[in-house]
């Protein structure tokens, strides 16, 4: 157990340390001068991607839900 809780909270450090920003959207914006644009980009890119995976995480802590109540009857 307490393995899987480092684990997660690895994951969860090395999830927002992560840059989201794809090739053609970083060499756009760093060539500017402004680089609280591309950190506002970047934020709204790792906003978006967070919502499918939480709905995935849900979907299948349901799913083990219930199976697990099956397996017991």
Excluded: H, W
Aim: with cysteine.
């Amino acid at each position: 157990m307490k393995q899987k809780v480092a684990f997660f909270i690895i994951a969860l450090f090395l999830f927002f340390k992560t840059n989201a920003q794809c090739a053609m959207c970083r060499a756009v914006l760093e060539s500017g001068d402004d680089q609280s644009a591309a950190e506002g980009i970047n934020d709204g890119i790792m906003f978006l991607m967070i919502v499918p995976y939480i709905l995935v995480a849900v979907i299948g802590y349901i799913v083990y839900k219930s199976y697990s109540k099956s397996k017991k009857i």
